[in-house]
């Protein structure tokens, strides 16, 4: 008895910690009342009683008396944390700091406040970019002929280079004062979305001018003067831009750049003036061959001490008009058969004035600072975007054509493992889209979320990644034959890129989402880490003293929420709603206490050293980005007024990533430093077990049912993307086939039930007319059979080429020269011309300009 009315006690305490933070010294008073009155009542033996009084006494007071706690907490910890303090380089500082934190610090902290994610407004269109995106845009998804732009051209015709220029498709970004669209980062990633799900080579010509590139610089950090000479030139495609920051030598470390710029005179327009010598090597930089201006990172160095006594002045930006004499420019890679352009540069000796750096001379060495400013709000816009464009389009034609193809006399959509298949492809779809949507309201509303962007640009490049391999598995053969009619071969060959660019995949999970949410999120890591820097002894103390009481607080605070939500199987966490619903909202409270109690621990344990622990840090990612994907896909549900058949979609998302969030969880306490403490912290933060489960077999058919029919939450996850209704046009034969599959269905079923259905028909329209004139159909059903077979055909064959034409396009050495001579290229200058800088003379035949 007297132990249950103690262990009450003590949950009470807990639960009444778990749901108020109480400050320390209440918490300290009401514990010591409680066990006072236990204590005085009898509730203990000697024994017990000795044992409680000194578990509450000895670190109370240790923490409570300050001498005390100086003496034997602080100044040792302060001791150990110095001396394992990491050095942190400028680059790594300049990432870190970045941006700013959103919702994520909520997740991160342990206890979201869930009215702060339902006051967040999801954006929508203005009528002007609703109009844009239902008129130029759906013209140029009808220009769109990706097979064409992929296998025939390597480019995209004139024509539409010409149209994306009238439009302001390279516009999208800049204000209106300089002749652009200025469209909000919604409409931005809408566009993007739709053209990409048309055609990947199109969507990245249209992205790049619009992300990461010259005009977002130059709108943040240009002077005046080259805002008003390159933006409206840039708005209106007068000027194609590209940015150069990768080289051979400098990839994801692209600090490391051996790209130089030296301080010196020299000649400009026919005068002297102060600039700098450049020579650098770049690779893969799209929009490079057929670039007007190039913005570029090089490393500047001073080292006659022109503009200072300092010679090394770091990562520098700078637009270089590419017809500047030394500039190498115009070959081309051929990135796995996408056909936008991408390609080397290089730059031997070439002489700039200090007006071509962006935002002028005052900006020498504020490059590094800019990319990593720019990518902490880019990265979340563009190419989360392509991936939700894979998502609803392999959801939209991976539906139709397994409703479509048929195997053993049945859709093979219907059969359960292709369901499984279609679950995933639906589920993550709607994933990526709350994220996307989530992360826009973050921009649009100012902010630039730079660990909400590295989550969403990592997990929605990675769901694309299942859902085109999903999609490719449905589709069998016909997914593998390339041809015009193929509308998902070209997005599985250019999965890799999305992957890769802005921010490889490996390091952005393994480095980049825990390393900077820890530093960015964490209430009191930076006030202590700020703290072991200072110099003077006495402050040092005094600061990390008082940030590290605070820290004490916040992990007992979340020890006790993690651990009464997990003991109450999370229903005794906060929900902003009833129901099945109002559970979710539940279990992710549960898992978001239980994450800041890990994270922190492992904090503790390994200081500096974490940085190398990359395994544990892409775990701890993996917590932080389901969270962050559950939470976008409550809010999505609850923005769309909670519509009932969108339930499953709901459902499976929030599922599958409160599981995915459990099962890093339970692999990082299986790696736990500490191997012991591991043990007590899985009691503390699981103590039912591992309860969650994934989505189970029965909701993956409800999914998969959605994905195989025209419906409402069909168009709604699909939603966005150009659906054509051109019978011309393979994904217009796919929705005309569907309707009349659809309709056949229970003509078929009668044929069935009679025993009239023979497989294998060799003469279908023979059977047909068999079949009415014995009076088994009608002729209006003779007429939806018939239709639906010829629908059928029309979306089942695949193309096949005569062995000439194949020869012609795919002969390395025909490709080699093609690539060469493309009509995209510009005229390359011979070295000697770079070296002496006069130009050549010949005409320039660049498609893009
Ligand atoms: C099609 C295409 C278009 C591009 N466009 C541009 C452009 O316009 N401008 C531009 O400047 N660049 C561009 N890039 C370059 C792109 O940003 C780089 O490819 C990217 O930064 C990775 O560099 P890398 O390819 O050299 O790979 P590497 O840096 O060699 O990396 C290889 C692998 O190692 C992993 N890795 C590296 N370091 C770590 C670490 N510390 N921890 C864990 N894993 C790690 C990476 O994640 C990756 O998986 C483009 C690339 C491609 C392919």
Redesign the pocket.
């Known amino acids: 008895m007297n132990v249950l009315v103690l262990l009450g006690g003590l949950l009470v305490l807990a639960y009444t910690v778990a749901r108020h933070q109480i400050p320390f010294h209440t918490l300290g008073l009401i514990t010591a009342l409680f066990l006072l009155i236990f204590t005085l009542a009898g509730g203990f033996s000697f024994f017990w009683g000795l044992l409680f009084w000194t578990i509450f006494l000895l670190p109370s007071l240790l923490l409570g008396l300050p001498q005390l706690r100086l003496q034997f907490l602080t100044r040792p910890l302060l001791k150990r944390i110095r001396a394992v303090l990491p050095p942190m380089s400028d680059t790594e500082r300049d990432a870190i700091e970045a941006g700013s934190v959103w919702w994520e610090a909520e997740l991160f902290r342990g206890a979201p406040d869930w009215k702060l994610l339902q006051n967040y407004k999801l954006p929508t269109l203005s009528k002007e970019e609703r109009a844009f995106l239902d008129g130029p845009v759906d013209e140029l998804c009808r220009m769109i002929d990706d097979w064409d732009i992929t296998h025939n051209r390597l480019d995209l015709p004139p024509e539409m280079w010409a149209f994306l220029k009238q439009n302001l498709f390279f516009g999208m970004i800049i204000p209106k004062r300089y002749g652009g669209l200025e469209f909000s980062a919604l409409a931005h990633s809408c566009v993007v979305m739709k053209v990409s799900a048309r055609s990947i080579s199109a969507g990245v010509t249209v992205m790049?001018p619009n992300s990461l590139g010259p005009a977002e610089l130059l709108l943040h950090y240009g002077s005046e003067q080259q805002k008003d000479y390159y933006l409206p030139r840039l708005a209106d495609g007068r000027e194609i831009p590209?940015?150069?920051?990768?080289g051979p030598g400098a990839?994801?470390?692209?600090g490391a750049m051996l790209d130089t710029a030296v301080v010196c005179m020299g000649k400009h327009q026919g005068k002297k003036v102060l600039g700098l010598l450049l020579n650098w090597e770049?690779r893969?930089?799209?929009l490079g061959p057929v670039a007007t201006v190039l913005g570029l990172a090089f490393k500047v160095f001073d080292p006659d001490g022109l503009i200072g006594d300092q010679q090394e002045l770091g990562i520098t930006c700078a637009l270089i008009p590419t017809d500047t004499p030394g500039v190498i420019i115009g070959n081309r890679h051929f990135?796995l058969n996408a056909a936008f352009q991408?390609g080397p540069n290089s730059g031997k000796d070439v002489f700039i004035p200090m007006d071509y750096i962006i935002g002028g001379q005052q900006n020498i060495g504020t490059g590094w600072r800019m990319r990593v400013e720019s990518l902490s709000v880019g990265r979340g816009t563009s190419r989360p975007a392509v991936g939700t464009a894979a998502g609803k389009s392999c959801a939209r034609y991976t539906g139709a054509y397994a409703r479509i193809r048929k195997q053993f006399n049945t859709s093979i959509g219907k059969f359960e493992g292709v369901e499984e298949a279609l679950a995933r492809i639906g589920g993550m779809t709607y994933m990526m889209d709350a994220g996307r949507l989530l992360t826009l309201s973050a921009i649009d509303s100012g902010e630039s979320p730079s660990v909400i962007t590295a989550i969403l640009k990592y997990y929605n490049t990675e769901l694309m990644r299942q859902v085109v391999n999903d999609s490719m598995d449905v589709h069998g053969g016909r997914g593998i034959c390339m041809g015009p009619s193929n509308y998902i071969g070209r997005a599985y060959q250019t999965v890799p890129?999305g992957i890769?660019?802005?921010g490889?995949?490996?390091?952005t999970r393994?480095?980049i989402i825990f390393g900077q949410g820890a530093i960015r999120c964490h209430p009191f890591l930076v006030r202590e880490m700020e703290a072991a820097t200072l110099d003077d002894i006495p402050k040092s103390e005094a600061a990390f003293d008082s940030a590290l009481r605070g820290h004490v607080g916040y992990f007992v605070t979340n020890f006790c929420r993690a651990f009464i939500y997990g003991i109450s199987g999370s229903h005794l966490a906060e929900a902003p709603q009833p129901g099945r619903i109002g559970d979710y909202y539940q279990r992710l409270s549960q898992m978001s206490a239980a994450f800041a109690v890990t994270s922190d621990l492992v904090l503790m344990i390994l200081g500096g050293s974490f940085k190398r622990k990359?395994k544990l840090s892409g775990r701890f990612a993996d917590v932080l980005g389901y969270m962050f994907y559950a939470s976008a896909v409550l809010k999505k549900f609850e923005s769309d007024g909670q519509p009932r058949n969108d339930l499953p979609l709901v459902e499976w998302s929030a599922k599958y990533c409160l599981y995915q969030v459990q099962v890093a969880l339970d692999e990082i306490l299986r790696n736990f430093p500490i191997k012991w403490l591991g043990v007590i912290v899985r009691i503390a933060i699981f103590p039912l077990g591992l309860s969650l489960r994934q989505p189970n077999d029965a909701l993956g058919h409800r999914v998969a049912s959605l994905l195989i029919k025209p419906g409402k939450a069909r168009n709604r996850l699909t939603q966005g993307i150009f659906l054509s209704d051109d019978p011309a046009d393979i994904t217009g034969r796919l929705e005309d086939a569907l309707d009349k599959i659809i309709k056949a269905e229970p003509i078929e079923r009668r044929l069935r039930h009679d025993n009239l259905l023979q497989p294998g028909l060799t003469d279908f329209e023979a059977w047909i007319k068999n079949l009415q004139k014995a009076k088994q159909i009608t002729a209006e059903e003779a007429g939806i059979l018939l239709a639906a077979q010829v629908a059928t055909r029309k979306v089942i064959m695949v193309d096949d080429f005569s062995a000439q034409e194949l020869v012609n396009k795919t002969g390395a050495k025909k490709k080699a020269v093609s690539l060469k001579k493309s009509p995209t290229a510009k005229k390359v200058p011979t070295r000697k011309q770079a070296a002496t800088g006069k130009k050549s003379t010949s005409k320039k035949t660049v498609r893009g300009k």
């Not at 590209?242 to 990768?246: G, K, N, P, V």
């Not at 990839?251 to 692209?254: K, P, T």
Request: aromatic share 8%; net charge negative; charged share 15%.
């Open positions: 790049v590209c940015f150069a920051l990768t990839g994801s470390d692209a770049k893969y930089i799209t990135p991408n890129i890769t660019v802005e490889a995949n490996i390091l393994s480095m990359e």
